[in-house]
């Protein structure tokens, strides 16, 4: 089973508008990270966001914020505003925080363009 | 401000050659990882380090070795390159394995 899911392969957006990109994960452990990150065209990866399972608020950094909900298992990230620099494809992923799990596990993404 | 640096940024081989990318950073991290990205799909984790002198296998280390001899420095060989490992591939370093994982620009490797 896919451990995160990221249904829109991808989107558009006129600039300015808020958008959310969608993310479910799969689980067992009770412990564990979500992070997104931005690869613009130039291929870099970007850390955008970090949520770990027992934090009670839902993370936000600047007009980016991830709307956690664990008992659906999703951990959406919205940009608020969306700027022509928003483009770009962005992945979510998970860290499993048992030993053993140091890998990230990443989805397949969405590539997000914003529309002037 | 250099923080994860990979050596080269392209390459082209042949089938059956040999080659090492470097990856190194500059920000003291203990954690180091080696992922490829293949059209379509996420990063996929080759091998990684938690600390000097260790290395471990991750999801996809079939056809690579890795070394971390150096704290700073983890290199990833490829014995006989293959037309499978044409990938993009990104080193990523963290100072734990809870904290964020920088990445360095990726090298674009093609096996011809």
């Known amino acids: 089973a896919q451990k995160i899911t990221q249904t829109q392969p991808g989107m558009f957006v006129q600039e300015k508008e808020a958008v959310t990109l969608d993310c479910t994960y799969d689980t067992s452990d009770p412990s564990y990270g979500l992070f997104w990150y931005k690869q613009p065209s130039s291929g870099e990866m970007i850390f955008l966001i970090y949520q770990g399972s027992y934090d009670q608020q839902n993370a936000t950094e600047g007009r980016y914020s991830l709307n956690f909900q664990k008992a659906r298992k999703s951990a959406n990230l919205v940009i608020s505003a969306s700027q022509l620099g928003d483009s770009a494809m962005y992945f979510c992923a998970m860290r499993e925080l048992g030993f053993g799990n140091e890998k990230l596990t990443f989805g397949t993404g969405t590539r997000l363009t914003i529309i002037p | 401000n250099a923080g994860v640096t990979q050596t080269p940024k392209f390459r082209v081989l042949k089938t059956g050659q040999s080659m090492t990318l470097l990856c190194a950073q500059d920000?003291?991290?203990?954690?180091m990882y080696w992922y490829r990205q293949d059209p379509g799909m996420g990063l996929r984790l080759i091998h990684y380090?938690?600390?000097?002198?260790?290395?471990a296998k991750g999801e996809v280390p079939d056809g690579y070795n890795v070394s971390r001899l150096k704290k700073q420095n983890f290199l990833l060989g490829l014995e006989s390159a293959a037309p499978s490992q044409t990938s993009v591939y990104f080193c990523a370093s963290s100072y734990g394995p809870y904290q964020p994982q920088h990445f360095g620009d990726g090298t674009r490797l093609s096996i011809l």
């Open positions: 380090s938690v600390g000097e002198g260790t290395t």
């Open positions: 920000m003291n991290h203990e954690y």
